[in-house]
C-alpha cells in the first residue's frame, strides 16, 4: 500500500528557491518510482519531474531542467523536489505520485492513494 503525505511549500519570491518533500508510509517505497506533478488554476496537472525506484534515473520536464532536482532517500522513503530560481509560472499546486518508469517514460498511478495531498507554490514577481 501506499501512503503519501507533502510537505513545504508557500510563497516565495521569484528567483528564489524551495523545497518539497514527500513521505511515503508504505511498505513498498523502494519498488516505486515517484514523481512530482503541479497543477496551475484552471489548467491540467503535468508531470514535472520523475525518478525510478533506485534513483539512477531521472525525467525532468523541459520547462524546469537546469532549476529542479529531484531526489529520493529510499531508507527514510522520502522523495523530494529542489526548486531554484522559481518563476512566477511555476505558480500551482504541487503532488507526488507513485508510479512507474518504462521506456523513459513515467505512468502515474490513478487511484488516490498514489497521490499527496497536494501543496500549494506561489511564486511571486
Known amino acids: 500500500q501506499v501512503h503519501l503525505v507533502q510537505s513545504g511549500g508557500g510563497l516565495v519570491r521569484s528567483g528564489e528557491s524551495m523545497e518539497l518533500a514527500c513521505v511515503d508510509s508504505?511498505?513498498?517505497?523502494?519498488?516505486?518510482?515517484m514523481a512530482w506533478y503541479r497543477q496551475p488554476p484552471g489548467q491540467q496537472r503535468d508531470l514535472v519531474a520523475a525518478?525510478?525506484?533506485?534513483?539512477?534515473?531521472?525525467k525532468l520536464a523541459d520547462s524546469v531542467k537546469g532549476r529542479f532536482t529531484i531526489s529520493r532517500d529510499n531508507a527514510k522513503h522520502m522523495v523530494y523536489l529542489e526548486m531554484n530560481n522559481l518563476k512566477p509560472e511555476d505558480t500551482a499546486v504541487y503532488y507526488c505520485n507513485a508510479g512507474e518508469f518504462s521506456r523513459g517514460n513515467y505512468y502515474p498511478r490513478s487511484d488516490l492513494r498514489s497521490w499527496g495531498q497536494g501543496t500549494q507554490v506561489t511564486v511571486s514577481s
Open positions: 525518478i525510478s525506484s533506485s534513483g539512477d534515473t531521472t
Open positions: 508504505g511498505t513498498n517505497f523502494n519498488l516505486n518510482s
